[in-house]
Every structure is written in structure tokens, then in C-alpha cells.
């Protein structure tokens, strides 16, 4: 089993930053591509940025390109999620995911006006 934990999250104003850390227990974090999802109060849980095992390849969507960065480190079974210039709707619940299998809890994000 795979067991996930988030951190990082808070209250920003708007154009600040967070950093989102994820560490992961189990599995072979290594081989496994890694998600950050978010979750905003009455929405569905949509998918925000990817990365590959080995950390080359990272993906976002639309919204969040330019802004976040996925990034990764194997030696400490961590995923992380570099966010700047936040806005408003960023404010959700994040998820971190492994291998579309496993979730961590979500911290909680909110990015005032």
C-alpha cells in the first residue's frame, strides 16, 4: 500500500505563492508518475499538473501553465507543487496522486482577493 501526505497548504493573497510538499510511504516512488489534483467546493476533483518517475516530463493544465511547477525528489519520496501568482479560483483542496491509484488527504488552499 501507498500512503500520501500533503503539506504546504494555507491563506495567501492573491498574486503570492505556496510550495506543496507530498511524501510518500510504500511503493517505488521512483517508477511511479506522480499528480497533484484540486477540489473546489462544489466542483468534481480536476487534474492540475504530472510528473514522470524519473521527473523529465511534467504536464499542467491550461490554468495553471506558466504559473505552477511540478517538480520531484526520489532520494526524499517527495512530490512538490510550486505555485505562483495565485488567484482567487485556485482556492481548493489539493490532492496528491500516485499512479492514478493512490491519494493523499488534500491540504487546503485559499487565495483571497
Known amino acids: 500500500q501507498v500512503e500520501l501526505v500533503e503539506s504546504g497548504g494555507g491563506l495567501v493573497q492573491a498574486g503570492g505563492s505556496l510550495k506543496l510538499s507530498c511524501v510518500a510511504s510504500?511503493?517505488?516512488?521512483?517508477?511511479?508518475?506522480m499528480r497533484w489534483f484540486r477540489q473546489a467546493p462544489g466542483k468534481e476533483r480536476n487534474f492540475v499538473a504530472s510528473i514522470t518517475g524519473n521527473g523529465q516530463h511534467s504536464y499542467y493544465t491550461d490554468s495553471v501553465q506558466g504559473r505552477f511547477t511540478i517538480s520531484r525528489d526520489n532520494s526524499k519520496n517527495t512530490v512538490y507543487l510550486q505555485m505562483n501568482s495565485l488567484k482567487p479560483e485556485d482556492t481548493a483542496v489539493y490532492y496528491c496522486?500516485?499512479?492514478?491509484?493512490?491519494w493523499g488527504r488534500g491540504t487546503q488552499v485559499t487565495v483571497s482577493s
Open positions: 496522486n500516485y499512479e492514478q491509484t493512490y
Open positions: 510504500g511503493g517505488t516512488f521512483s517508477r511511479a508518475a
